[in-house]
C-alpha cells in the first residue's frame, strides 16, 4: 500500500511562509494530478491547488497570487509554497495523488494530512 508522506507545516505568523512536500512511500507510475486541498473541522474539504502531468494548474481563487504548486516528476513529488500567508489559511492540508489510465488501473492517494496555522 503507498503512503503519501507530507512535510512542511507548521506555525507562522500572517504575512510569512511556508513550503509543503508530499512525496509516496514508493514510486507510482502514470501519476496524472497531484494536488494539495485543505480542510476546518466542520467544513468540507477543499482543492486549494492541483497540477496535472501536463503542468497545468489550478487554483481556488483565494490562494492565487499567493500559492505555487509545482512537482518534480523524477520524484514523484508535489511541493506547495505559500507566501503572504492569512489567518483563514489555517487549515490541515492533505496531499492528494491520483492516476493511473491505459494499461494502469486507476488510483487516488491520500496524505495523512499536516497542520498549518497562521496567527494575526
Known amino acids: 500500500q503507498v503512503q503519501l508522506v507530507e512535510s512542511g507545516g507548521g506555525w507562522v505568523q500572517a504575512g510569512g511562509s511556508l513550503r509543503l512536500s508530499c512525496a509516496p512511500s514508493r514510486t507510482i507510475v502514470a501519476i496524472n494530478t497531484m494536488g494539495w486541498y485543505r480542510q476546518v473541522p466542520g467544513t468540507q474539504r477543499e482543492v486549494v491547488a492541483d497540477?496535472?502531468?501536463?503542468?497545468?494548474?489550478h487554483y481556488v481563487d483565494s490562494v492565487k497570487g499567493r500559492f505555487t504548486i509545482s512537482r518534480d516528476n523524477a520524484k514523484n513529488t508535489v511541493y506547495l509554497q505559500m507566501n503572504s500567508l492569512k489567518p483563514e489559511d489555517t487549515a490541515v492540508y492533505y496531499c492528494?495523488?491520483?492516476?493511473?489510465?491505459?494499461?494502469?488501473?486507476?488510483?487516488?492517494?491520500w496524505g495523512q494530512g499536516t497542520q498549518v496555522t497562521v496567527s494575526s
Open positions: 497540477i496535472t502531468s501536463g503542468g497545468s494548474t
Open positions: 492528494n495523488i491520483r492516476g493511473g489510465g491505459g494499461i494502469f488501473a486507476n488510483y487516488e492517494y
